[in-house]
Structures are given as C-alpha cells and as structure tokens.
C-alpha cells in the first residue's frame, strides 16, 4: 500500500537558519504530494502542493520539488522564523482509490 | 465562509463507554474525512463519506462508525472505548473528492480514555 516516511523530530533551529525536512513515498500510482502545516492547537492546513514529476511546490517561503525517480519530495525554507515552529506532515493522495496518505509529522522548533 | 468546526473541543472518557463526535464542514463541502492523530503513528485514516454515503474506509476495528447527515454535518461515534483510543480526532472536508482537492481540517476533539 502507499507509505509516507518523514524524518523524526524535533528538529530545532536557530532564527534565520536553513530548514530541510526529508520526506520520502511509496506508491502505487502516479500520486500527489503535499505538505500539510499544523500550529499548536489548530487543525491541519496546506502548506504546498505539487501534482507531477519536476513540480515545484512553494508558498510563504517554503519549497519542495517533486522528485519521481528518488521518490522524494523535501520541504526547504531558506531562512526560517520562530513563527514557522510547527508540526510539519507530508502527504500524498491516490486519485484512483481517493484516499490520502500522511506520514508522521516533523516538529520544528524554531529558538529566536 | 467558516471553516471546518469540531465539536466537543475536549473530551475525558472512561473505558468501556461510548462516544459521538460531530464535525460540521465548510458550506458546500460535501465530503468529510476523519482522522485519528496520535503521536507514535501520526494521522491515521478512519472513514470518508460522501452524500450520506461512506465511501472510503480505513483499517479500523467496528467500533469505530461514522455518518452523516443530509447538511453535510457528520458525526463519528467509538463504542466499548481503549486507553488506546486515547487521541486528537480530526476531521477534513472537501467539496468531492479528497484526494484530487485541497482538504480543510478542523481543530480537533481531543478524547482521553482513563
């Protein structure tokens, strides 16, 4: 079946620091890859998307390309903030069965 | 438009009772997914129904079950209650299909068994 796998956490970081979050699938089709941001608190909201090889996702700063032949799809941020401390998921969704995958999140603390 | 609302916000259970947790989804979504989220295991996939219909089902013993109603509201009930089952219960909607679209999450209910 499909499998997200991320890397553990926390991850802990400096203001201003790079961020990578390695996220890795398995899957049976062709899939959408997504990263999912949750603040303490509050329930999951999209982060990025991407829908096919060579796709470059962003939004507020973040990044991940879609990588079909490593199977990969790593979130980047140039230079993050202690407003980005947060659980981070990846996840992709198989249109044939209709049913998304989350991997197991990465927290990200981010000390100013 | 209001988002995704999940109701009760907090709940403490003790074992071997039962439980019904509601969700309401943004206007016009038709569809809702829920989800459970645990530490160990991140979010793991319960149910999703469509037009009352449950349409999609994930790897979860019968005690868990789900509905929903004609407004699109659904509720999600989790009968003879584990410790296990201790967890943030999240539900998403979408306008269809949830794995060709954008899914909205609520807050949560967060449900401890003692």
């Known amino acids: 079946g499909d499998s997200v796998t991320q890397m553990e956490g926390p991850v802990t970081l400096s203001e201003e620091a790079f961020l990578t979050i390695n996220c890795t699938y398995t899957a049976t089709g062709y899939p959408s890859l997504f990263w999912y941001v949750q603040y303490p608190g509050e329930g999951l909201q999209l982060l990025l998307k991407a829908t096919k090889a060579d796709d470059k996702g962003s939004n507020k700063g973040f990044e991940a390309t879609y990588r079909k032949e490593t199977t990969s799809f790593h979130l980047e941020k140039g230079s993050v903030q202690v407003s980005d401390s947060a659980v981070y998921f990846c996840?992709?969704?198989?249109?044939?069965?209709?049913?998304?995958?989350f991997g197991t999140g990465t927290k990200l603390q981010v000390i100013p | 438009k209001a988002g995704v609302t999940q109701t009760p916000r907090y709940l403490i259970k003790t074992r071997g009772q039962q439980v019904t947790l509601s969700c309401s989804p943004i206007s016009g979504h038709r569809s809702v997914s829920w989800y459970q989220q645990t530490p160990g295991q991140g979010l793991q996939f319960l149910f999703e129904y469509f037009s009352e219909t449950q349409r999609n089902k994930g790897n979860f013993p019968g005690r868990f079950s789900g509905r929903q109603f004609s407004n699109s509201r659904s509720e999600m009930n989790v009968s003879t209650l584990e410790l296990g089952d201790s967890a943030l219960y999240l539900c998403?909607?979408?306008?269809?299909?949830?794995?060709?679209?954008?899914?909205?999450f609520g807050s949560g209910t967060q449900l401890s068994v003692l």
């Open positions: 996840a992709l969704s198989d249109r044939g069965y209709q049913k998304v995958t």
């Open positions: 998403a909607s979408s306008e269809d299909r949830p794995a060709n679209e954008k899914l909205f």
